[in-house]
């Protein structure tokens, strides 16, 4: 009996010490499917055998459990308020992935009292044992709230699309991110796309001026064409790769999914992500 209970101590440790890599998704204005990016690339990774948990980190307007199609009894809000434990609210879905829903109209996470940050930030971290990878879909904007969150991350995946507009928007999320002498690894994502040259345009448009003016690398994470059966899926309330797996959407995003897989962006990091997210409040 106690070379069990030893055996089970030590598993415990093993996955108490486990350190889930993270992705941040940003971007600079709303409107170009970061949370549809979030949703659908958790799903992809998830299928790959991966443990995820997707958070939705818009304190303000979340939405993933809208484009999930799931109903939400208790959210973020009430971990914060301690009526809830992070496992009450976790809805487990379908796909595999475990979804950590956002809380509509919260107060930001800098507004908060340090003992309500501290509960929050405290209980997320639980899902780095459980988990291999945690994606974290931020509010849109440069927000403190965004800006922590996406600066605790491995690696930040900035979504825009080849509207003029978001590409500007896009360039002061990079801009912000640099000022914050964040470490990890940054990349682009185009979204809604005409075609490969035009993505391929889009981020050369925005990666020479990062490196021009800020010294910041920014990686290509591809692009997602412009598709009809993305908004479909939207309205059905079901995310893409699972309504339309073969669809040119869907196949841009797996490609992704791929990359991400098998490369040096999903190393985590030593200090949990929470953790880090909550030096930035020290």
């Given at each position: 009996?106690?070379?069990e209970?030893?055996a089970?101590?030590?598993r415990?440790?093993?996955?108490s010490?486990r350190?889930?890599r993270?992705i941040?998704v940003?971007s600079?204005?709303?409107g170009?499917?970061k949370?549809?990016v979030?949703?659908n690339?958790?799903?992809?990774?998830?299928a790959?055998?991966n443990?995820?948990?997707?958070?939705?980190?818009?304190l303000?307007l979340a939405?993933l459990d809208?484009l999930?199609?799931?109903?939400?009894?208790?959210n973020?809000s009430?971990?914060?308020?301690?009526s809830?434990?992070?496992?009450?609210i976790?809805?487990?879905l379908?796909?595999?992935?475990?979804?950590i829903?956002?809380?509509?109209?919260l107060?930001?996470l800098?507004d908060?009292s340090?003992f309500q940050?501290?509960?929050l930030l405290?209980?997320l971290?639980h899902?780095?044992?459980d988990?291999?990878?945690?994606v974290?879909?931020c509010?849109?904007?440069?927000?403190?709230?965004?800006?922590?969150?996406?600066?605790g991350?491995?690696?930040?995946?900035?979504v825009?699309?080849p509207?003029p507009t978001?590409v500007t928007?896009?360039?002061?999320?990079v801009?912000?991110?640099?000022?914050r002498?964040?470490?990890?690894h940054?990349s682009?994502?185009v979204n809604?796309a005409t075609n490969?040259?035009?993505a391929?345009?889009t981020h050369q448009?925005?990666?020479?001026?990062?490196?021009q003016f800020?010294?910041?690398?920014?990686?290509d994470?591809?692009?997602?064409?412009?598709d009809?059966?993305?908004p479909?899926?939207v309205?059905?309330?079901?995310?893409?790769v699972?309504?339309?797996p073969?669809?040119s959407a869907s196949r841009?995003?797996?490609?992704?999914a791929?990359r991400?897989?098998?490369?040096?962006?999903l190393v985590?990091?030593?200090?949990?992500f929470?953790?880090r997210?909550a030096?930035?409040?020290?």
């Amino acid at each position: 009996m106690a070379a069990e209970d030893q055996a089970s101590k030590l598993r415990e440790l093993m996955r108490s010490s486990r350190t889930a890599r993270t992705i941040a998704v940003a971007s600079g204005k709303g409107g170009v499917g970061k949370s549809n990016v979030a949703m659908n690339l958790s799903i992809l990774l998830s299928a790959a055998g991966n443990r995820v948990a997707l958070v939705d980190a818009d304190l303000g307007l979340a939405n993933l459990d809208v484009l999930a199609n799931v109903a939400v009894r208790a959210n973020l809000s009430h971990v914060i308020a301690g009526s809830h434990t992070l496992e009450q609210i976790i809805i487990d879905l379908p796909s595999g992935v475990q979804l950590i829903p956002g809380a509509s109209g919260l107060a930001k996470l800098a507004d908060l009292s340090e003992f309500q940050r501290a509960q929050l930030l405290r209980s997320l971290g639980h899902l780095e044992a459980d988990n291999d990878v945690i994606v974290v879909d931020c509010s849109a904007g440069l927000g403190p709230d965004v800006m922590s969150f996406a600066c605790g991350a491995d690696h930040i995946m900035v979504v825009t699309t080849p509207e003029p507009t978001a590409v500007t928007d896009g360039y002061a999320v990079v801009k912000a991110i640099t000022q914050r002498r964040y470490g990890g690894h940054v990349s682009l994502l185009v979204n809604m796309a005409t075609n490969r040259h035009e993505a391929r345009l889009t981020h050369q448009r925005i990666a020479t001026v990062a490196r021009q003016f800020l010294g910041q690398r920014i990686f290509d994470a591809g692009y997602i064409l412009a598709d009809p059966k993305v908004p479909e899926a939207v309205r059905k309330r079901e995310p893409f790769v699972l309504a339309y797996p073969r669809c040119s959407a869907s196949r841009c995003l797996a490609a992704l999914a791929a990359r991400l897989r098998s490369g040096e962006s999903l190393v985590g990091q030593q200090q949990g992500f929470f953790r880090r997210v909550a030096n930035w409040f020290a």
